[in-house]
């Protein structure tokens, strides 16, 4: 087993890949970020979005709860009808799918089953 060298960090990562890299949704508005991090969390925050991989590229910019809650809806709406039946399976695994930054490099770190899961969705 290597040994560990330098700087560690973990970003979570599962339901940024969901939204992000297959959903590839360009049409919800600058409160993306927030509305995202309410359905994918719970909740919206800066912290929130410091430990999601999202932060690496993206910019949070905070909107009216409505207007976030709104975006949580429609993000929803849209993998519901993307995933079909596999919708709560694949979003149960999503918290435990991460990005981690160890040796030098990110590295995914994925649930048992969670490429089984998504059965080779591609998104849009």
Request: glycine share 12%; hydrophobic share 40%.
């Amino acid at each position: 087993m290597p040994k560990v060298k330098g700087e560690v960090s973990v970003k979570r990562y599962g339901m940024y890949f969901l939204v992000f890299e297959r959903l590839r949704p360009s049409h919800l508005g600058e409160g993306l970020a927030q509305g995202y991090l309410l359905w994918a969390y719970g909740a919206s925050g800066r912290e929130y979005w410091e430990a999601d991989w999202a932060s690496e590229g993206g910019q949070y910019i905070e909107v009216s709860r409505f207007e976030a809650e709104r975006i949580a809806r429609a993000l929803e709406s849209l993998l519901r009808s993307e995933l079909g039946q596999r919708y709560e399976q694949v979003v149960a695994l999503a918290p435990f799918c991460y990005r981690v930054f160890v040796n030098g490099r990110w590295m995914d770190v994925l649930a048992r089953g969670w490429q089984e899961a998504l059965g080779g969705w591609h998104g849009r």
